[in-house]
């Protein structure tokens, strides 16, 4: 189904619409299920089917998020920064197209999409900029009272889960997941389920910027059903609640406890506001090394 | 086997024992709340000597009532002061209670080791120096919070609900309690059933060092006490060092609610030793990773991982060694490895000390005479021990070891990361390279290389996936304390 955003060069010319998939280990499968569901404007208008992802689905992104950590986790910090830059670049090249499938997606003003899918991009250059800081940041060299030297840095936690904020279709996931893979860890995340189709685009300006594939994978469908079996996933080392509200996160992290997950569960989410360093340190593990000093 | 001849030196080594009467212990303890010392309303219960299973004194209980009491009085005390009270004010207490520490160091010393069963050597050298120095290194934070990375105007928490296992009772409390009194929280902490006597003393000297009352709250008890710590709605922030299963259940039972957690579990490390590492430096290093404190240690290295070329010497040296080792009277300076800490304890160790015989490990010890009375068992070694072996897998939180053997750098750090726990890891080469491309690459927390068992209030402690989350020491240890 096509998008408001289907403009055709000329009005008899029939478009050509885009089938909005999942991404999962670099490629674009759709659901294993063979499900879809109707995504809507905020009128009420039908915009696209999108893929319903199933249990299989997401177990199948794990795998890939797993495979592809060591490959990510071991690039250079200057690498993964080039990659997080390469991916504003993609997005500023199709800036139009993304602030029309925002503005259908969410209505509002053609310049509220705009400076969204500004904030967007920004977003991406501010976290490039942080993959090879970060650790000068959050690690040092510690003093202890002895012949040792020892030294501290944060290191990414493994594959992480995340449920993307539900309202901001496009700033909302890149502020989710820009930062769990600016320090060097593997992302399995739940788009907006009511607004998942400008981050089903946002995969393909992800397939085209050298991000590794598994790096990021994106499902949509529902929250409701999926969430648990990442919330549970043993093979899932970080669970990030932000999409969920309230009401709603007291199972998943409950079930997140199973292999001592760490869940970030931030009280509110707001795309405006000074990211920080929060969101990097949540998905990072110090580690300490020491070794004798001698001759 | 204090007296026992060693025929390869002609050595014998005469009894050197400290004496219990240093310890100053009292026949009955209570709790202390709200700067008061009383007894608690729960049970009384004896803690026992683990070296000869003589009662050393009555424990009264907390209960929940006590909870009550104790949560409140930290919150008086938040509210009352101790959250806005200059950083250079409360710097100066924790000063004082570093400076305490170290004045009564040889009476917390032996206090330590009647109750726990651990070596004096190691109380003495370790656990209460380290204590102390604990308490020095986070004074020096309070007045510079601003400073640490955490927001120009970082905030306390609230109250902190702490629980701390009997493994280090004296130290783990001032892990506990120092970052969280620095940054400007308040404390009800549960020490160990077994082990509740240093935390006593300590709550002596905090009340001698005129902390205002309701500041610190110690709450000796058993694990319902514990729960009902950790459960308290008044209370803002946990802090949990112990199993890993009791982690999960704490982690459950605060599952988005709020409350801030920070967990030290379990662990099962590899100490991985290379074919060019020095091996006697890798015997010492191997020895103090699984037989310090009896293998009552998180972080042990308990899976010893070694490279196939070198595997029957290292094994022969080792054994070597070990014979060396006297077991006995904890009070006794000369003594390498101490008491079990408790029957339960004990109990655990020959469980998975047999299933290790079951699943067809080569089991080893010394010649090693046990005392007749109290919770001993002998350094042991187990070799030809596969991966999926139970020995392998579970902490035995004991003085056991399994060996493992490995061909390549990428197959050790395979093993090594093959467990669901990822507190620490030890490599032992003399290739620097090498060093830092499997430091790089284990999953721990912790890396010594080319030592093992090192611990510094600067440096951050705490584990990778299921050993926990959140770090203890050095600068990163206060995040765990600060609201942001």
């Known amino acids: 189904m096509p998008t408001k955003s289907s403009k055709s060069a000329s009005a008899d010319r029939v478009a050509v619409r885009k089938t909005y998939k999942l991404y999962i280990g670099g490629a674009f499968p759709r659901s294993e299920s063979g499900r879809s569901y109707p995504v809507a404007g905020p009128s009420g208008e039908l915009l696209a089917h ?84 970060f650790a ?56 907006s389920q009511e607004r998942p189709l400008p981050a089903v685009s946002l995969a393909e300006a992800l397939a085209t910027s050298d991000l590794p594939g598994g790096v990021l994978n994106l499902l949509t ?28 996160r007291v199972p998943l992290a409950e079930a997140a406890a199973e292999n001592v997950k ?32 001698g001759v | 086997m204090t007296e026992i001849a060693k025929p390869e030196t002609g050595f014998v080594y005469a009894p050197a024992p400290e004496s219990a009467g240093i310890a100053r212990l009292k026949p009955s303890y209570g709790i202390f709340v709200g700067g008061e010392f009383r007894p608690g309303r729960g049970e009384a219960v004896k803690t026992v000597n683990p070296a000869n299973e003589e009662p050393l004194a009555e424990v009264a209980e907390a209960n929940a009532a006590d909870v009550e009491d104790a949560v409140a009085a930290a919150r008086a005390a938040y509210d009352g002061g101790w959250s806005t009270l200059p950083g250079s004010a409360r710097a100066k207490y924790l000063f004082r209670i570093a400076r305490a520490i170290q004045e009564r160091a040889r009476e917390l010393a032996v206090l330590e080791s009647l109750d726990n069963g651990k070596p004096i050597r190691e109380s003495r050298d370790v656990d209460v120096p380290t204590a102390a120095a604990h308490f020095f290194y986070y004074a020096g934070w309070a007045d510079k919070l601003g400073y640490a ?28 309690i120092a970052p969280a009194l620095a940054a400007g929280n308040t404390v009800v902490l549960k020490p160990a059933e077994t082990t509740p006597l240093t935390a006593l003393v300590l709550a002596e000297i905090i009340a001698e060092c005129d902390l205002p009352p309701g500041v610190v709250n110690i709450l000796p008890g058993g694990p319902a006490v514990g729960r009902a710590v950790v459960e308290h709605p008044g209370v803002d922030k946990i802090a949990f060092t112990g199993s890993t299963a009791v982690g999960k259940q704490i982690q459950r039972s605060v599952a988005a609610s709020g409350k801030r957690v920070s967990l030290e579990l379990g662990g099962k490390a590899a100490n991985i030793v290379f074919d060019d590492a020095p091996l006697d430096q890798a015997v010492e290093g191997i020895v103090n990773g699984i037989f310090f404190n009896q ?84 350094p ?6 596969s991966q999926a072996s139970r020995i392998a897998r579970e902490e035995i939180f004991g ?37 830092l491309w499997m430091a790089n690459r284990l999953r721990a927390g912790v890396v010594w290389a080319n030592t093992f068992n090192r611990f510094d209030p600067a440096s951050p402690f705490g584990g990778y996936k299921e050993s926990g989350f959140g770090r203890e020491g050095g600068r990163h240890g206060l995040e765990a304390y600060l609201a942001h």
């Open chain 1, 50 to 133: 999108a893929a319903q992802a199933s249990r299989k689905d997401l177990r199948d992104a794990v795998v890939a998020a797993r495979a592809a950590f060591a490959g990510w986790s071991g690039a250079t910090a200057y690498n993964r920064g080039q990659i997080l830059y390469r991916i504003a670049e993609m997005m500023e090249g199709r800036h139009a197209q993304f602030s029309a499938e925002v503005q259908a997606a969410e209505g509002g003003s053609e310049a509220a999409a705009t400076a969204q899918v500004d904030a967007a991009i920004d977003r991406w250059v501010w976290y490039a900029g942080w993959t090879d800081k």
């Open chain 1, 136 to 191: 000068q940041v959050a690690g040092g060299s510690n003093p202890v009272a002895g012949p040792y030297f020892n030294f501290s840095l944060p290191e990414p936690a493994g594959v992480v889960g995340v449920i993307a904020p539900q309202q901001e279709s496009l700033l909302g996931f890149v502020s989710v997941v820009a930062p769990v893979i600016a320090t060097g860890n593997t992302v399995v995340v739940i788009a």
């Open chain 1, 221 to 248: 469908g529902s929250v409701t059903e999926l969430a648990p079996w990442l919330a549970g996933h043993r093979d899932v080392n970080c669970l990030d609640l932000t999409g969920v509200p309230p009401a709603g």
């Open chain 1, 262 to 293: 760490r869940v970030y569960s931030p009280p509110a989410f707001d795309a405006a506001a000074d990211p920080g360093l929060s969101r990097l340190t949540a998905f990072t593990e110090t580690k300490t090394v020491w070794h004798p000093m």
């Open chain 2, 149 to 176: 990375g955490f927001g120009p105007d970082p905030r306390p928490i609230g109250v902190a609900g702490q629980v701390i296992p009997w493994n280090f009772p004296l130290l783990m409390a001032a892990w506990k």
């Open chain 2, 295 to 378: 293998g009552h240690v998180c972080c042990a290295g308990s899976r010893l991982l070694v490279q196939e070329s070198i595997h029957d010497e290292l094994v022969e040296s080792l054994r070597d060694r070990l014979a060396t080792l006297r077991l006995g009277d904890p009070l006794d300076k000369n003594t390498d490895i101490g008491a079990i800490n408790s029957a339960a304890q004990l109990a655990r160790i020959r469980e998975l000390s047999d299933s290790g015989v079951a699943e067809g490990a080569d089991r080893w010890s010394p010649e090693c005479t046990l005392p007749e009375r109290g919770f001993w068992f002998p």
């Open chain 2, 380 to 385: 042991t070694v187990f070799t030809g021990v």
């Open chain 2, 399 to 435: 003085p056991v070891l399994s060996v493992l053997t490995f061909r390549t750098p990428q197959e050790a750090v395979d093993k090594a990361n093959n467990t669901p726990y990822g507190l620490s890891a030890g490599i032992w080469t003399e290739k620097g390279s090498r060093i």
